[in-house]
């Protein structure tokens, strides 16, 4: 009777390539400052900034290559006008390999928060 080989499982349990925060932050907070040091708040137009400096953002960490990750990214703008502002994200997390990483913009008259969740995948 022939012997037969067996061998031990090849798949990764790991990011060869894993998240790195200070990366990402660097790429938001220059893209939210390149693209909004000329902006002049208003509303009907706030909606496509965020979708456009979103859109932004993700190309730009896509390109760094973090294998085995989501992205997901949230631009909110808001003006200022004698109000207040919370905001509030909960789900689950993996403290080991999840990550995230944001900024805030602040000007006198609108102020806009850019977050990226980096969520790790099998």
């Known amino acids: 009777m ?4 067996k061998y031990m499982p090849s798949y990764r349990m790991e990011s060869k390539n894993p998240y790195k925060r200070e990366i990402c ?4 907070r220059e893209v939210v400052n390149d693209m909004l040091s000329s902006f002049v708040y208003a509303n009907s137009d706030a909606s496509q ?4 400096i979103s859109e932004e953002i993700k190309s730009r960490v896509k390109t ?3 294998d085995r990750y989501k992205l997901v990214c949230i631009v909110t703008i808001g003006e200022k ?3 207040s502002f919370t ?3 909960k789900f689950l997390w993996d403290a ?9 913009y602040d000007t006198q008259h609108f ?6 969740y980096a969520l790790y995948y099998d």
């Open 111 to 116: 102020f806009a928060i850019a977050t990226l």
């Open 2 to 5: 022939p012997t037969t080989m």
């Open 49 to 52: 900034v965020c979708n456009n």
């Open 25 to 28: 932050e660097t790429i938001i």
């Open 96 to 104: 080991e390999k999840d990550g995230y990483a944001n900024y805030v």
């Open 81 to 83: 006008y004698y109000q």
């Open 64 to 66: 760094l290559g973090f």
């Open 87 to 89: 905001s509030t994200v």
